[in-house]
């Protein structure tokens, strides 16, 4: 009778030693390879970015920081979004100075073609597990929002904005964006 293999799973250590020239996220002890976004992806990524870095900066609220960029969930899930923000309150986060140890308040994730099923399911599902309060899906084909916040232990959609839409976040008192700014050519 054949016996069955214990599954290995590899560790925030074994992610440490992983080769420096790819880019790799730790899902329950997987190591998977991401590729890296194209170039629409980037864009939208770099004028959010820019915008909300400027902001949480003028206001003092606390660090927004851009991929890659290791986000320490647990022993076993290692994550890199997009962009990310933790609150000066929740600064002791941020003490080790390598990286984030635990969920920040806010995660943003922008859709790719390789990655959107896994950044609507599986890293959503992981972001409510740890606590994450705000998770903004970004699709910058369907030039389409989703925010989701934390109810109970799940991150549900509140809100869906389109190009031409105005985004505002309860985390971010103040800030405004119209979508056009970041989806447009």
């Known amino acids: ?14 992610y440490r030693t992983a080769p420096p020239d790819r880019r790799y996220e730790l899902f329950d002890g997987d190591l998977v390879m991401v590729p890296a976004p194209n170039l629409k992806h980037q864009t939208v990524q770099v004028r959010l970015g820019e915008r909300l870095a400027r902001f949480v900066r003028e ?18 899930d290692v994550v890199q979004p997009d962009l990310l923000f933790v609150s000066s309150d929740r600064a002791h986060l941020l003490n080790n100075g390598e990286n984030v140890r635990g969920a920040p308040d806010l995660v943003i994730e922008i859709l790719s073609p390789a990655t959107a099923e896994r950044d609507r399911g599986y890293k959503r599902a992981l972001y409510a597990k740890h606590g994450v309060a705000e998770y903004w899906l970004v699709d910058p084909s369907a030039e389409t929002v989703w925010i989701h916040r934390l109810r109970g232990r799940a991150l549900v959609v509140a809100q869906t904005l389109h190009r031409g839409q105005t985004l505002r976040s309860p985390l971010l008192p103040g800030f405004a964006l119209d979508l056009e700014d970041v989806f447009s050519s």
């Open 59 to 76: 206001h003092s609220l606390g660090m927004l920081f851009f991929a890659p960029c290791d986000v320490v969930l647990s022993d076993t």
């Open 1 to 14: 009778m054949p016996t069955a293999q214990p599954a290995f799973k590899f560790t925030y250590e074994d």
